[in-house]
T-cell receptor, first 110, second 116 residues
Framework: ELKVEQNPLFLSMQEGKNYTIYCNYSTTSDRLYWYRQDPGKSLESLFV?????AVKQEGRLMASLDTKARLSTLHITAAVHDLSATYFCAVDANTDKLIFGTGTRLQVFP | KAGVTQTPRYLIKTRGQQVTLSCSPISGHRSVSWYQQTPGQGLQFLFE???????NKGNFPGRFSGRQFSNSRSEMNVSTLELGDSALYLC???????????????FGQGTRLTVV
């Protein structure tokens, strides 16, 4: 059964700093998604990664996918307070369902 | 274009009752999936419908059921509610989950169900 692990679970970082969130998954898949969730809100799609080596960037966030290592990363550059949220990765293993990671709760402080 | 619409947004029910939640997908999207989100278990897949057929089901008891109508709108039903069913229920729509290029899922605002 597909398992998706994210780390860290919690991340408290200072504004202006860089950090990376990691997403490991247990079976072959070449479709991985990153979502953002604000408290009490729904999931907002950030990135769709559909092939090995895929890299996508939006503002201060950059996501990459290594299907051979079964690893995706979400890199945060020069964090700002507005990035405070919970970030989820999700993997689609061709089973018509998304398996979500545990989420990384990010808090950015001044 | 309009996003995924879920109704109601909030519900309070008593143990033993049943509840029906509704989801209207983005126009043109034919796949609807349901997820349960709780602090303890995180986001868990419930089921997925495409063209009125359930294509996949998660590990939930039979009290959880769903259906999809010809206009792609979907409903999920939970019977004999338990305290542990309290959760945020999220619906996601996509063009088709079988399509390699169009598998992005868009989520609705969710229905927060509280069972007392």
């Amino acid at each position: 059964e597909l398992k998706v692990e994210q780390n860290p679970l919690f991340l408290s970082m200072q504004e202006g700093k860089n950090y990376t969130i990691y997403c490991n998954y247990s079976t072959t898949s070449d479709r991985l998604y990153w979502y953002r969730q604000d408290p009490g809100k729904s999931l907002e799609s950030l990135f769709v990664l559909l092939s090995n080596g895929a890299v996508k960037q939006e503002g201060r966030l950059m996501a990459s996918l290594d299907t051979k290592a079964r690893l995706s990363t979400l890199h945060i550059t020069a964090a700002v307070h507005d990035l405070s949220a919970t970030y989820f990765c999700a993997v689609d293993a061709n089973t018509d369902k998304l398996i979500f990671g545990t989420g990384t709760r990010l808090q950015v402080f001044p | 274009k309009a996003g995924v619409t879920q109704t109601p947004r909030y519900l309070i029910k008593t143990r033993g009752q049943q509840v029906t939640l509704s989801c209207s997908p983005i126009s043109g999207h034919r796949s609807v999936s349901w997820y349960q989100q709780t602090p303890g278990q995180g986001l868990q897949f419930l089921f997925e419908y495409f063209s009125e057929t359930q294509r996949n089901k998660g590990n939930f008891p039979g009290r959880f059921s769903g259906r999809q109508f010809s206009n792609s709108r979907s409903e999920m039903n939970v019977s004999t509610l338990e305290l542990g069913d309290s959760a945020l229920y999220l619906c996601a729509s996509s063009l088709t989950r079988a399509s390699y290029m169009n598998t992005e899922a868009f989520f609705g605002q969710g229905t927060r169900l509280t069972v007392v």
